[in-house]
Nanobody, 121 residues
């Protein structure tokens, strides 16, 4: 079973920065769409950032200009750099991978266990 493991979460002051990382147990990133989601208590899980297997980038409006997603296919890692953090960024952040196997109808979806980010003074 493919596993995704996030790290880098923690407590940060408003206006501060954090870098979240996600590592896969197997080499899947080169053929996967990678994304970061987040979910705050009592709120729906929302998409934060996406990177395609070719390196395309997209961001949610709520983090645009403050977040940068990057990937290293050789190392099977994906990161999310968050700057100018706000209290409303407080959430559990999840790494997500979606892999479509070429020539097959199979779609594999993987989730990390989540890492807590708390923005508070």
């Amino acid at each position: 079973q493919v596993q995704l493991v996030e790290s880098g979460g923690g407590l940060v002051q408003p206006g501060g920065s954090l870098r979240l990382s996600c590592a896969a147990s197997e080499s899947i990133f080169s053929t996967s769409v990678m994304a970061w989601y987040r979910q705050a208590p009592g709120k729906e899980r929302e998409l934060v950032a996406v990177t395609t297997s070719s390196g395309g980038l997209n961001y949610a409006d709520s983090v645009k200009g403050r977040a940068t997603i990057s990937r290293d296919n050789a190392k099977n890692t994906v990161s999310l750099q968050m700057n100018s953090l706000k209290p409303e960024d407080t959430a559990v952040y999840y790494c997500n991978a979606v892999r479509t196997v070429r020539g097959s109808a199979r779609v594999d979806v993987y989730w990390g266990q989540g890492t807590q980010v708390t923005v508070s003074s």
